[in-house]
Structures are given as C-alpha cells and as structure tokens.
C-alpha cells in the first residue's frame, strides 16, 4: 500500500468565486452564485477527506462552513500558485504530496483514491480536466518538489515538465471541474443518468 497524500486545495472565497455561474448581475443571480461556488468547494473537500488514500489536508482560502480533519490556511493573495504554495509548505515532505482543485462537486473518493494509486507508479503525475486542457489533479512522490504550470493549457503544460498522464475516464468526477455553466449543466445531465454522482450541498441547489 503505497504512503498517505498529504494533499492541497485552493479555494477561492465564495464572494469572489465562480464568476461565469451567474447568469446576470442581479442580486439574485449574485446570491445564487456564492451559494454554488461554496457548496461545490465543501462537495470537493469532504470527497477528498473521506479518502482513505489521503492523509493531512489543507485547504489554502476559506470554506463556508468547517470540516473534520481540514486544516484550514489563509491565502496570502497573490494568485493561485502562491496559495498552492503556501499549502505545500505545510505538507510533510516525508509524504506524497498532492494538489487538487477544489471545484470538482462529483469528486468521489475511490476516484481519487484511484488516480493517488496510479500516481505511486511515477515520480510526478497529473490528471487533465475533461476538456484535456486544464489539470485537476497533480502528485509528486516524497521528497520531490513540484513544478507546476496551472494556468492556460496546464494539462500541456505539466506533461512537458515532467508529470506523467493519469488515465482517468472522461466522465470521472475527478476531471469534472466547474467553471461556467455549461459545465454545471452537463455534470447535472450526467448526474441525472446516473454516470456521476453530485455531492450533496450542490445537489440541493440545483
């Protein structure tokens, strides 16, 4: 059985965060959105924490509510590789370390216990998003430090750098992150034929 993760989640203020899920600026629409971007974020962390293959957690931001065996840190505010940053400073550097999203509101556990597993196999590894562009997911082994390139193109990006591919399928919650509503749709379409499962808080807004 392969170490723990210590595992990183940035997560944006629900104030500020998920900005295209709102379908207009009216108060409601405002109201609405914050409620999304704070269920979705408690969705991800509580799948990440019921992971066997996980070990501490820290969420680098803020969550609306707490969560058993979360370590939350404050993002010092200067975008987000520096609030990974400020997360994996805190890991045990004798164990895995891991960064992940936090907008993966069908995240299920065994989905990341999964890619943790196949992550063992390599020094660096990384899971794209379902586009194939983005990154959700990054793991470097003990004692190795990472090279991240979140941002434009970061699936491209990683894989130059070193992290090997993870083969998740498509439609696995773990490449299932939110950024627009389009992408809220479709997880709910596949929610509803039974291919992901939507993590409560989101569930219920929907």
Do not use: N
């Amino acid at each position: 059985m392969s170490a723990r993760t210590s595992l990183v989640i940035p997560v944006r203020p629900a104030l500020s965060a998920k900005v295209r899920l709102a379908v207009d600026t009216s108060p409601e629409a405002q109201e609405r959105r914050v409620a999304l971007a704070a269920a979705i974020a408690l969705d991800t962390v509580e799948a990440a924490r019921r992971s066997p293959s996980v070990g501490e957690l820290f969420v680098v931001g803020s969550l609306a509510e707490p969560v058993d065996g979360v370590q939350v840190v404050t993002d010092p505010g200067f975008g987000l590789l520096v609030a990974i940053s400020e997360g994996l400073a805190r890991c045990d550097d004798a164990l895995p370390t891991a960064v992940l999203l936090g907008d993966l509101p069908a995240l299920q556990p065994a989905d990341l216990d999964a890619a943790l597993l196949g992550a063992s196999e390599h020094h660096w590894a990384f899971v794209p998003d379902a586009d194939g562009a983005g990154t959700t997911l990054v793991v470097a082994q003990e004692g190795l430090p990472h090279s991240l390139r979140f941002g434009d193109d970061s699936a491209e990006q990683h894989g130059r750098s070193g992290y090997a591919e993870l083969e998740v399928v498509q439609t696995s919650g773990l490449r299932r992150d939110v950024d627009t509503l389009a992408q809220l749709d479709e997880l709910v379409r596949l929610d509803a034929e039974g291919v992901v499962v939507l993590g409560p808080r989101t569930r219920a807004l929907l």
